[in-house]
């Protein structure tokens, strides 16, 4: 009898232990579904994001001379989703006239309101004897305004988000100061 209580208390002993170790299991399985639904929803979300919309608002003569002019770019980032959109970083590239203007990034982290807008004030140095002959006479010129195209990405700060393509066109004041 002693053996059959110590193989009983030792059954019951592990029964007990077993249901614990059973209810161990769909607690770790439990917390391992919600990080995974959460995850998944994540994901969801960062993929389900609009692409913000950009525009070039005005291109600024600050000084010019010989051989360098510097100007002050404004882009416009509209976002047309209904979240917020943390935006970790933008890499971009104008064109106006159809040449290249002005291309770099913008490291400092920004919020995108839902359904609002962010502007975006970049300052240019160029090489006006390297790239600015034709498009130095038209900021001179008559014109009040030059076509332009504006491409990019936006490194959004939300879990396992690509980066997010922006394009458009169209014509831009000038605007010398």
Known sequence: MPRGRARGGGGALNSAGRFCCWLGGVRRRGSLSLALLALTGCATM?????????????????????????????????????????VRAMN?????????????????????PAGGSETVKVDVAMDTLATLGNLT?????????????????????????????????GQVPLMVQ
């Not at 971009?92 to 995108?112: C, H, I, M, N, R």
């Open 46 to 86: 960062a993929a389900s994001l609009e692409p913000p919309t950009v525009r070039l608002l005005a291109v600024e003569l600050l000084d010019s001379s010989l051989t360098r002019q510097s100007f002050r770019v404004t882009l416009e980032l509209t976002n047309p989703n209904s979240l917020p959109v943390p």
């Open 137 to 169: 006479r038209a900021l001179r010129g008559a014109a009040s305004a030059i076509d332009y195209q504006v491409n990019g990405t936006l490194q959004v700060d939300l879990p396992f988000a690509k980066p997010i393509p922006v394009t458009h066109s």
């Open 92 to 112: 971009y590239d104008v064109k106006l006239l159809g040449e290249s203007f002005a291309s770099g990034g913008l490291q400092s982290p920004f919020t995108l």
